[in-house]
Structures are given as C-alpha cells and as structure tokens.
C-alpha cells in the first residue's frame, strides 16, 4: 500500500516529508513470555521498543516501505485514528530498525 493509496474506503491521504504511519502489532497490555507465561501490563520494567507494521510512507522516506516490519520506541508516538482504526505517525529518525527481506546482510543500516 502506497501513501497515496485509499485507507479503506475513506478519503486518499498522502503523508509527507519523512513520516511512516504504522499499524501496531498485538496489544499494548498484557504479554506473553516464550514459554506462555503471561506478563502483565504493569510489570513492564525499563524501557521496551515496539514492533509495528509500516502501512504508508511520505516521498522523503528512504529506507521504509509499505509492508515492512519497524522498531520504534512506543513512548515517543504519534497516534491517530482513521475510519475506526488506531495507527501511529512517526518520522523516519524515530524508527531504530526495519525488518524485511530486502535488507541486506552486509549493511551497516546506518543512518546519516
């Protein structure tokens, strides 16, 4: 899905300059530890980066595209609602890692 593209059947929006709008992954409450023990909201300790799904990027975006999986600190966010869904606005600096086949081995994923 482009920046361009319709959200649902609702008005096209197009993001601007270096935003990436994401969709959350999962639930901010309660988790799950690997071997299912479930961990409270409340008993987050320290600071924990969240895992989303990019659903659109501004034409200034240079290492995110639609479909990508991104890391991102859930504390410095952004969100809005459009047609009855939660989604977050951040910009490109704010993202600490991408997630995606199409990135490389050998890259550094640095950011200059």
Do not use: C
């Amino acid at each position: 899905m482009t920046a361009d593209q319709v959200f649902d059947s609702g008005l096209p929006i197009r993001l601007l300059h270096d935003r990436v709008l994401v969709r959350m992954d999962g639930s901010e409450g309660e988790r799950r530890s690997t071997a299912g023990i479930v961990i409270p909201a409340t008993a987050a300790v320290g600071k924990r980066l969240a895992w989303a799904t990019a659903v659109g990027v501004g034409p200034n975006v240079r290492a995110i595209v639609s479909g990508d999986r991104v890391l991102f600190d859930p504390d410095d966010r952004s969100e809005v609602e459009l047609h009855g869904r939660g989604y977050v606005l951040l910009r490109e600096r704010d993202v600490h890692a991408v997630a995606a086949e199409r990135v490389d081995n050998d890259s550094t994923g640095l950011y200059l």
